[in-house]
């Protein structure tokens, strides 16, 4: 059983891992610059 549960928190911190690495990719690749949204609310501009 405590084998069991060294798998289960190696997995857990692998996926925390992947998650992070995923989310650390993504805000690097968004691009620079100003960001223009057209909705319901009206005009939102937002400085990346």
Known sequence: MPQNRLYLIIGALVAVVIALGIYVWRE????DGVEIKLDENGV?????
Request: glycine share 0%.
């Open 28 to 31: 690097e690749s968004k691009p």
């Open 44 to 48: 939102s501009i937002q400085q990346n």
